[in-house]
């Protein structure tokens, strides 16, 4: 069976859509502190930022914004994955991997459809 060539483009989109859903539902409780002084609240808000950046980016005809906010929010989630990693696997840490993975595939294949 061959893949299905056609729906590359709407998969991208569906995972941008995706981990616009996925920030939301982490960082959501964090934004409606507006508590500006919390480092978590301004991580929040900047990988927020790019994910609304990495849809912009979809329309766009050059792929830079698409990359950047990709690998941007796989750099975040890292960085939220190693300051959380307390020895166990908890759901918080393994919903950490969804933006990294899909950052990492914006960065790696930029508004390829």
């Given amino acids: 069976m061959k893949p299905f060539k056609s729906g590359k483009g709407i998969a991208n989109w569906l995972l941008r859509i995706g981990l616009i859903a996925i920030l939301y539902n982490l960082y959501s409780n964090i934004l409606s502190t507006w508590t500006i002084s919390n480092p978590s609240f301004l991580i929040a808000l900047v ?3 790019l994910g609304i950046l990495l ?4 329309v766009l005809s050059k792929p830079g914004m698409t990359i950047i906010s990709g690998i941007s929010i796989a750099i975040i989630s890292i960085y939220k994955i190693i300051i959380t990693f307390n020895g166990s696997f908890n759901q918080y840490l393994i919903a950490q991997v969804l933006p990294l993975a899909i950052g ?3 960065f790696s294949n930029g508004n390829d459809n």
């Fill in 55 to 58: 849809i912009i980016g979809g």
């Fill in 47 to 49: 990988i927020m930022i």
């Fill in 104 to 106: 990492f595939y914006f």
